[in-house]
């Protein structure tokens, strides 16, 4: 079968294709005929050896996030079939309850063996059935970006209809949460770098944009949007570069879900977490059970996920590059092989 492995992890130049035996599943096994992955920020720096949260095994496959179908099952699998649609669960271990750091290291797509390849074999438990109405690359967009906003917003957020969402960039997380927050009621503000973006945000019906390369300081902003009260819950996508502006951004009491680091630079002065009252949370993907109710909700939404662009299995590199640009609205899919 055609796989791509990190060979070695440290540029993007490892990223090579090759051909390897079919992997057989063992006891309470799967495999999944992979149909479609996509990329999230972490993929890149996974392979250019900047991710420093968990080990990376030695040459890995690739990509946490995919889709496909369950073509055979080893002894003793009663959670799924052959024939099923599933997507796999970033962190295979965690599958309900709170996150343990045992957990780490059966993360995929680097930690553990990943989904760019024609087949993989995965726990029967590592898996989730995915929404009837979704194709294999919308359903390959689930597992980390989707799953991630649905995580800081409904699990920890509780967010009800009414509030104020703040997110930040168009990339795949944000445009989640953009998705999420307008299914249940609540107003969106989103700040992106590129009026080229702006129309396709509208599109998707958000009406406050804010232009943080435009407007540096683009806090005040979001406090005029919101009469200077600020934003019930704040996605926070740059880390210590932007996390002063979402504190500020925030009402008293707000929630912010420590998520990304696409903007790492300033320091941050924990004072002013105490004078907004503010909850930090640090969210990290989320749990099988999560993931499941997820897919309830977006089923019953009908709801598609945003894909900017597909690239086929062979042209990867390209994928990758793209990617990198960060030219992209929402998800990049690589079909399967
Ligand atoms: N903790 C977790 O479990 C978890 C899970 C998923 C992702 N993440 C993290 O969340 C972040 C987003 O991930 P993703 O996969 O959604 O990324 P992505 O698809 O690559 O999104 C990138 C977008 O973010 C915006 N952006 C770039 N630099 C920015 C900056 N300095 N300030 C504000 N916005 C900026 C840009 O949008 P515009 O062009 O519109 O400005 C860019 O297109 C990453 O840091 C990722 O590592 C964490």
Same mark, same amino acid.
């Given at each position: 079968?055609k796989v791509?492995?990190?060979d ?10 090759? =051909? ?7 006891s309470r096994e799967?495999? &999944?005929r992979?149909?479609?992955?996509s990329?999230?920020?972490?993929d ?11 080990? &990376?095994?030695?040459? +890995? ?8 179908? @369950?073509v055979e099952?080893? +002894?003793?699998v009663?959670?799924? /079939? ?17 996150s ?5 290291s059966?993360?995929l797509?680097? +930690?553990?063996?990943?989904m ?8 029967? =438990?590592? @898996? ?13 967009t689930?597992?980390?970006a989707?799953?991630t906003a649905w995580?800081?917003?409904f699990?920890?957020? /509780?967010l009800?209809a ?13 445009l ?15 700040t992106?770098g590129? =009026?080229e /973006? ?6 998707l ?5 804010v232009?943080?390369?435009a407007?540096?300081?683009w ?6 949007l919101?009469g200077?009260?600020?934003v019930?819950?704040?996605l ?11 504190l ?5 009491g ?5 998520i990304g ?10 004072q002013r977490i105490?004078a907004?009252?503010?909850?930090v949370?640090? &969210?990290q993907?989320?749990s ?8 309830r909700? &977006? ?6 996920p ?6 086929e299995f062979?042209?990867a590199r390209?994928a ?6 960060r030219?992209?609205f ?7 092989a």
């Amino acid at each position: 079968m055609k796989v791509y492995r990190l060979d070695p992890v440290g540029t993007l130049d490892g990223l090579k294709l090759g =051909e390897e035996a079919e992997p057989r599943p063992g006891s309470r096994e799967i495999t &999944i005929r992979v149909r479609a992955t996509s990329l999230n920020y972490r993929d890149l720096k996974v392979a250019t050896g900047a991710y420093e949260r968990t080990a &990376i095994k030695a040459r +890995p496959i690739p990509l946490s996030d995919g889709a496909g179908e @369950v073509v055979e099952v080893g +002894p003793g699998v009663t959670r799924v /079939k052959v024939g099923d649609r599933v997507a796999p669960i970033f962190t295979q271990r965690w599958l309900a309850g709170r996150s343990d750091p045992a957990y780490a290291s059966s993360a995929l797509g680097g +930690p553990s063996d990943g989904m760019l390849a024609e087949r993989v074999v995965l726990s029967e =438990e590592g @898996v989730v059935a995915i929404p009837a109405h979704l194709t294999f690359e919308e359903a390959a967009t689930l597992p980390c970006a989707a799953l991630t906003a649905w995580h800081a917003l409904f699990a920890r957020g /509780k967010l009800t209809a009414g509030e104020t969402v703040l997110t930040l960039g168009t990339g795949g997380v944000s445009l989640f949460a953009v998705q999420f927050a307008r299914m249940a009621g609540a107003r969106v503000i989103v700040t992106s770098g590129s =009026e080229e /973006k702006f129309a396709r945000l509208k599109a998707l019906g958000v009406i406050d944009i804010v232009n943080y390369r435009a407007t540096p300081d683009w806090e005040r902003l979001v406090l005029e949007l919101t009469g200077g009260q600020g934003v019930d819950h704040v996605l926070e996508l740059g880390g210590s570069g932007t996390f002063a502006k979402s504190l500020a951004a925030l009402r008293m009491g707000g929630s912010v879900y420590m998520i990304g680091n696409l903007a790492e630079s300033a320091q941050v002065n924990p004072q002013r977490i105490l004078a907004k009252r503010a909850n930090v949370h640090g &969210i990290q993907v989320g749990s099988r059970e999560m993931f499941e109710a997820m897919n309830r909700a &977006i089923a019953q939404a009908r709801l598609r996920p945003v894909i900017d662009r597909q690239f086929e299995f062979g042209q990867a590199r390209a994928a990758y590059d793209y990617f990198a640009s960060r030219a992209h609205f929402g998800k990049v899919v690589i079909r399967g092989a």
